[in-house]
């Protein structure tokens, strides 16, 4: 039995410890928010933070993952949308939608670490791929959440 703290609650959970935390989080715990990209930590799709950190769960073993703070896109914020989700609409970053929620991931670690960031700041922390290659507007939502004076409120 393993014991995972995933956004804020305890869970006992009896899985294989290489299991990779991805399917963990989406077919024990139900948590769909997380997306399954290529299984080889490359496209980000499956960004989780792990104690803070921006962290591929597709390849990460659930054994790795036993006494640290697991959060997802589903807690990211717990009363409103963080502050980089609403950037992220009012810069209408998605397209088809499938990267975000990892996208987001990346981008709040990033802006724990740097509130404000550069663009090279943005560029090495977002390695995430997205294939409707809305990049500019990423980073534009990126600067926006970070910016005093914008109008997205700092809510987390």
């Known amino acids: 039995m393993l014991k995972l703290t995933v956004n804020g609650r305890s869970y006992a959970i009896d899985v294989e410890a290489e299991m990779p935390l991805l399917w963990v989080l989406r077919d024990h715990l139900n948590l769909l928010g997380t997306k399954y990209g290529c299984g080889i930590s490359l496209c ?21 993952a036993v006494g640290k703070k697991i959060v997802t896109i589903e807690g990211l914020s717990k009363t409103s949308p963080h502050r980089i989700q609403e950037a992220w ?44 290659g809305t990049y500019a507007r990423v980073k534009k939502a990126i600067h926006a959440a970070a910016a005093p004076s914008t109008t997205t409120a700092r809510k987390s």
């Open 89 to 132: 609409i009012e810069h209408e970053v998605p397209q088809c939608g499938y990267c975000q929620p990892g996208m987001i991931m990346s981008a709040a670690a990033l802006l724990a670490k740097k509130p404000q960031p550069t663009d090279a700041d943005i560029e090495d922390a977002m390695t995430n791929l997205c294939r409707c």
């Open 44 to 64: 980000g799709a499956c960004t989780v933070h792990l104690d803070g950190e921006a962290v591929r769960s597709c390849s990460l073993p659930v054994s790795a």
